[in-house]
C-alpha cells in the first residue's frame, strides 16, 4: 500500500486527488508543518527537502507533488497525454511546477504572513499570478482540458493551486477573473474524487493557531532577521 505524506496545502491535495482517481489504495500520514513535523528525521529520510508531499511506493520513494503526478500517471498509465503529446505534458506539468505554485505561495506569503508592509513584493507576485493564469484561460477557452479533450494530471496539478486564487489575490471573487479556469475548477471540484478527498480534512486535524511556533517552523528564515 502506498503510504502518503501530506497536509491540506496545494500541492498534496492535488497528489491526493490523483490517488483517489486511480483508486489506488494508500495510507494518509499527516504531518503537521506548523508543528514541524516536516523537520523529524524520520521524514527527512523520505523528503530532505522538509516539504509535503511524499509517497513511498514500496521499495520507491518519491517527493514533490509534480514527480508524484507523473509517477503515479506512468506506474498505472492512466490520466497521462497521448505520446504524441508527451513533450508538450510535460511542458505544461513543469509551467504549474515553476509558474503557478511558487508565485501564488508567494503570493500567500506576502498578503497574509510577511511581517512588514510589502507592496513591491505583493505587486510582483500578484502581477505573475495574474499573468500565469491568464496564459491558462487562455488555453482553456479554446478547448475543455490543458491537454484537448482528455482529463490529464496537467488539470489537476492546475486545480490543485486554482482552489487558492482567492487567497493568492487577496479577493474572493478573483477565480472570477478567469472563467475558464473557474469552469475546470468548478467541474472537477464536482467529481466524486474530489467529494473523497474531503474526507481527509474532516478525518485529520492539523494545528490551526498562527503563533510563534507555527511562524518558527513555517518561516524558519525570520529568525535570522531576529523575528519570530
Do not use: C
Not at 500520514?29 to 506548523?34: C, E, K, S
Not at 500517471?73 to 506539468?93: D, H, V
Not at 475543455?144 to 486545480?159: L, N
Amino acid at each position: 500500500m502506498i503510504k502518503f505524506y501530506f497536509n491540506l496545502a496545494p500541492n498534496p491535495m492535488k497528489v491526493a486527488l490523483l490517488l483517489e482517481e486511480l483508486g489506488l489504495a494508500y495510507e494518509p500520514i499527516p504531518v503537521d508543518t506548523r508543528k514541524g513535523e516536516q523537520f523529524t528525521p524520520e521524514y527527512l529520510t523520505i523528503n530532505p527537502n522538509a516539504k509535503v508531499p511524499a509517497i513511498l511506493d514500496g521499495d520507491t520513494t518519491v517527493f514533490d507533488s509534480n514527480a508524484i503526478l507523473l509517477y503515479l500517471a506512468e506506474k498505472t498509465g492512466r490520466f497521462l497525454a497521448p505520446a504524441s503529446q508527451r513533450g508538450e505534458m510535460l511542458s505544461w506539468l513543469m509551467f504549474v511546477a515553476s509558474g503557478i505554485g511558487p508565485y501564488s505561495g508567494q503570493a500567500v506569503h506576502f498578503h497574509h504572513f510577511a511581517p512588514l508592509p510589502q507592496e513591491y513584493a505583493i505587486n510582483r507576485y500578484d502581477f505573475e499570478v495574474e499573468r500565469h493564469y491568464k496564459i491558462v484561460d487562455e488555453r482553456l477557452s479554446r478547448q475543455p482540458y490543458m491537454m484537448g479533450s482528455k482529463y490529464t494530471i496537467i488539470d489537476m496539478a492546475v486545480w490543485g493551486w486554482a482552489r487558492l486564487i482567492p487567497r493568492a489575490l487577496d479577493s474572493e471573487d478573483a477565480l472570477n477573473r478567469f472563467p475558464n479556469v473557474k469552469r475546470l475548477h468548478d467541474e472537477i471540484h464536482a467529481r466524486p474524487a474530489a467529494a473523497q478527498i474531503e474526507r481527509l480534512s474532516e478525518r485529520y486535524k492539523f494545528k490551526l493557531e498562527w503563533d510563534d511556533e507555527a511562524r518558527r517552523n513555517m518561516f524558519p528564515q525570520l529568525a535570522r532577521l531576529g523575528l519570530k
